[in-house]
């Protein structure tokens, strides 16, 4: 039987391979900087205090699959200011409205999709794709300990010192704030107490995808897990998301910025602008989230990607309500650092379910971070956009 210093050395060395298989390694995938446009505040003013009605959903249902997204025309310059304008949620309750202005916009830039025409039903079927992480030489620890849970139940990323990434929808529902988001509160996932090497072993569950197996899930014994929650003190949630409705285009801005009332002191994830699905490593993507159905627990995945839009990312990972809000990031070369980089690409919005033809098709989708996107989290970030030039 595997000592639990065997297990976590076997863990380490097992991951990165099943990640970026040596080809992979060789050919070194990179991050390419590219200049990012300035998106700028301008005049802000107060807005209707919110109602703060219905709960966050956490799937999110629209009309409009990947051809639909692809036929529609790109926005304007104007439009493009319409829908990046945002609205600011205070802990208060005081509701704000900021408009914005663009400079150095290039709308051919960082947007190509590739053309693939993947189809794949979002389900779990077979066996589990996804890990249960536990044991704190995994939780505490870069990447695992940048995903956060909010009280409306999604998930997001820590991206600041007192910052974290999510979905909209989350807080929003596209009309109004939802109950919890005036007082929302993110939790950080910690020990109770010391790890045991057999709860550790439970959770990690390898065996479906080295051994090839189906042995169910089996969490650990004992749950001696808690959340450490702080407050949020601002909320950020770009217009682009409130005027669609998540019942049509308004899906690409189903992302939302959370300022924490203090400083978090973890580790966090830097910010990326989303290649093409084509140059990531092994085309994957990976992220970690508190999947409803194993309540306490951060679940890891990774998957192939398939396609893309301009603004959204559809990929084929197991993930279950709970999920959505997750950053969705890759792993590749700085060149300039001289060192492998993990970077936030996207926000995991949920399960996209379409009716088409009478019949039901099902996509997960990631929210893409593009130019515009970047440098608009980034200044609510840095608060400035000195910082933000280069992604």
Not at 145 to 151: E, I
Not at 333 to 340: A, E, L, P, T
Not at 347 to 369: K, L
Request: include cysteine; glycine fraction near 8%.
């Amino acid at each position: 039987m595997c000592t639990w210093r065997e297990l976590s050395r076997w863990f380490n060395i097992i991951l990165p391979l099943l990640l970026f298989p040596p080809s992979i390694f060789s050919s070194h995938p990179q991050w390419i900087p590219q200049r990012v446009p300035v998106v700028l505040p301008q005049q802000t003013q107060d807005r209707p205090a919110p109602h703060f009605l219905s709960q966050a959903r956490l799937e999110v249902t629209s009309d409009c699959d990947p051809e639909c997204h692809k036929r529609v025309p790109p926005p304007s310059y104007w439009d493009l200011r319409q829908l990046l304008a945002y609205e600011t949620l205070h802990s208060n309750g005081r509701l704000t409205e900021t408009a914005i202005g663009i400079y150095g916009y290039n709308p051919d830039a960082g947007t190509s999709p590739a053309s693939s025409h993947l189809r794949q039903k979002r389900q779990i079927f077979g066996h589990d794709g996804r890990f249960s992480i536990a044991g704190q030489d995994f939780l505490l620890k870069f990447p695992f300990a940048v995903a956060v849970k909010l009280s409306t139940g999604c998930s997001g990323t820590l991206v600041g010192d007192r910052h974290v990434l999510t979905a909209a929808h989350c807080v929003h529902d596209g009309k109004n704030y939802v109950k919890g988001a005036q007082k929302l509160r993110v939790g950080f996932l910690k020990p109770k107490q010391r790890d045991t090497p057999f709860s550790s072993a439970h959770s990690l569950n390898f065996t479906n995808h080295v051994e090839g197996g189906a042995a169910p899930y089996s969490p650990p014994v004992n749950d001696r897990m808690k959340f450490q929650w702080i407050r949020a003190k601002r909320t950020h949630v770009p217009k682009g998301w409130i005027k669609g409705n998540a019942n049509d285009i308004g899906m690409d801005y189903d992302y939302a910025l959370l300022e924490l009332k203090k400083p978090h002191k973890r580790r966090h994830m830097k910010l990326g602008i989303s290649p093409p699905a084509k140059r990531l490593p092994g085309r994957r993507v990976q992220f970690s989230g508190f999947d409803s159905d194993r309540p306490g627990h951060l679940v890891y995945r990774f998957c192939r990607a398939g396609e893309e839009t301009s603004d959204l990312l559809y990929q084929h990972c197991d993930a279950q309500p709970g999920a959505s809000g997750s950053g969705v990031y890759a792993r590749m070369w700085d060149g300039r650092r001289r060192r492998w980089e993990r970077k936030v690409i996207g926000v995991f919005s949920g399960h996209q379910w379409v009716e088409r033809h009478g019949a039901s098709q099902e996509f997960n989708v990631a929210v893409r971070i593009t130019p515009l996107k970047y440098a608009q989290i980034c200044y609510w970030i840095k608060g400035n956009y000195v910082d933000c030039r280069e992604g």
